[in-house]
């Protein structure tokens, strides 16, 4: 093999077609064109604003053998896994979707949400 210095030249190439066509970016919706399909997305969700779901807060949960769990009377304490002052689950269908504090409005216990929880899919 010859290892003997050798000149090197740049080469230039002419750009190649692809035949590709650059689309245009798609238009910007105007503020009215926006204003004009909000009924359209409202009609699609106030289908389901009669669908009933199931509302859960959960203050906190125990696990015990059923024996002791049979133990249990009238003025038993059953300890729970969290503490006073500490977020309640608010759970729709049995899915965590928002945290928050007890309230207690004329008499009713409530829940003040502070935190809604996003879920990876």
Known sequence: MDMSPQQVV???FDEIETGVPELPA???PTP?????AEPAR?????????IPVKVQAVLGGAKMP????LQTHAGSVIELDRRVGEPVDVLVNDRLVARGELVLIDGSLGVTLTEIVKQER
């Open 10 to 12: 740049p080469s230039e």
């Open 42 to 50: 409202r009609m699609g969700m106030e289908a389901v604003h009669g």
């Open 66 to 69: 059923i024996s002791e769990l």
């Open 32 to 36: 009215a064109a926006r204003d004009a």
């Open 26 to 28: 798609p238009p910007t």
